[in-house]
Structure formats: C-alpha cells, structure tokens
C-alpha cells in the first residue's frame, strides 16, 4: 500500500545531542512537509519541498534542519540549538507544491528529552 | 496576517447526536484553500475535504457536511447522527498560493477535540 512511512515512533534525546527523524513516502509526491505539533495546539510548519534538492524554510525552522537528496526521503534533524524539541512530529506530502493539494500524512515521531 | 480559529477546545456529545465543529479564517488573499483534517488517536491525520475560496457550494459526504459562507469567513463541519468513530480531533486549514512572501501560508487551527459517547 502506498503510504508515508515515519520512524521512529518514539525517540528520545539528550542534551547538547542531535537527532534525525526518517520520512520516507512512496507516493510519488513531489512536495513533502514536517510539522511540529504541541498539546493543545494546532500544526505548525517547519520545512517544506517543493521538488528534489530544494527546501524552504517554514514559520518554525530554527533549531531544525533538512535535506532531500531524494524524492522518496525527507529526513529531519533536530540540532541542539533547538532548545526545546520535545513534541510530536508529522510528515506530510501533497503531489504536487500547489497549496490546493490535500496532504497526506505520516503517524507521527514523539520526542522528549532525557 | 492569516488566521484560522477553532473557539471550540473540546466537544463531548451523545451518540446519534448531530455536532457542528466550528472554523473561522482570517486572510487578505482572494485566492485560497480550506481543507478539514481527523486527527485519530493512532496520531496521522486524515484529509476530509478541501474547498476553494472561489467556490462556495457546500458539501454533503454521509454523514458529513460542511458549509462555507465567505461573508463570515467561516468553514464549518456538521457530523450528522455521531457514531464512536468519529471520536478524534478535528482540524481546519487555511492555505495559499506561496507568492513572494515568505511567510509558509498553511495555517492550521488548534483543533476540536470531539468526544462521542455510547
């Protein structure tokens, strides 16, 4: 079945460490996103592609890094400088970059700190 | 500046119960997109519908329907007859075409958590 596959599910981090979250879709969607969700509170972006090896920064991208060497895979590192990384984290794709494109999304990476 | 409220935290209904979820946005875009989203307890969220501003024709899915008024900014989603199932939490959507700024423009509300009891 056709999916977004996030790994893994639960990671813990300690301080002064960076740590990478997988994300990998074999929908043959061109745009991929990451998103940061805390309690009570709605989606917030971080970064999102548009097309291979080319990535823009979101509202919330400090602290947070990505690459997208392939069109499959859109890992995210959260670095050190992010100084308060604990909370749940969804990747998302569309098929094309266009704002009208519904998402589809991963099940999600916990991070807390240890 | 873009906005999207969800005034509506938590809702708790009876079963068979019928249960509007409330949206309203705020943009100076004319062009721009609403989309419905079920966040279930597995966590991924689930796309509902998506709506353009240029079309305000509301929508009927089962039990689902949503209704746009542009005069009001708002894009609200009716559940009818509420089953178990439905409990999850809902969010709505605001996005536009990318343009020049360098805002992101995908704006999500904080989301209904909607309960629905047997």
């Known amino acids: 079945d056709g999916g977004i596959t996030q790994s893994p599910k639960y990671l813990f981090r300690k301080e002064g460490q960076n740590v990478t979250l997988s994300c990998e879709q074999n929908l043959n969607h061109d745009a991929m996103y990451w998103y940061r969700q805390d309690p009570g509170q709605g989606l917030r972006l971080i970064y999102y592609s548009q097309i291979v090896n080319d990535f823009q920064k979101g509202d919330i991208a400090e602290g947070y890094s990505v690459s997208r060497e392939k069109k499959e895979s859109f890992p995210l590192t959260v670095t050190s400088a992010q100084k308060n990384p604990t909370a749940f984290y969804l990747c998302?794709?569309?098929?094309?970059?266009?704002?009208?494109?519904?998402?589809?999304f991963g099940d999600g990476t916990r991070l807390s700190i240890l | 500046a873009q906005k999207v409220t969800q005034a509506q935290t938590e809702i708790s209904v009876v079963e068979k119960e019928d249960v509007t979820l409330d949206c309203v946005y705020e943009?100076?875009?004319?062009?721009?997109?609403l989309f419905w989203y079920k966040q279930p307890p597995s966590g991924e969220l689930v796309f509902l519908i998506r709506?353009?501003?240029?079309?305000?024709q509301n929508e009927i899915s089962g039990r689902y329907s949503w209704n746009f008024q542009k005069s009001t900014s708002s894009f609200n989603f009716t559940i009818t007859a509420s089953q178990v199932v439905d409990s999850a939490v809902y969010f709505c959507d605001l996005s536009e075409p990318q343009g020049y700024s360098s805002a992101s423009k995908i704006i999500f509300g904080s989301g209904t958590r909607l309960s629905i009891r047997p």
């Open positions: 943009t100076r875009d004319t062009t721009y997109y």
């Open positions: 709506r353009n501003s240029f079309d305000e």
């Open positions: 998302a794709s569309s098929k094309e970059g266009a704002r009208n494109q519904p998402q589809h």
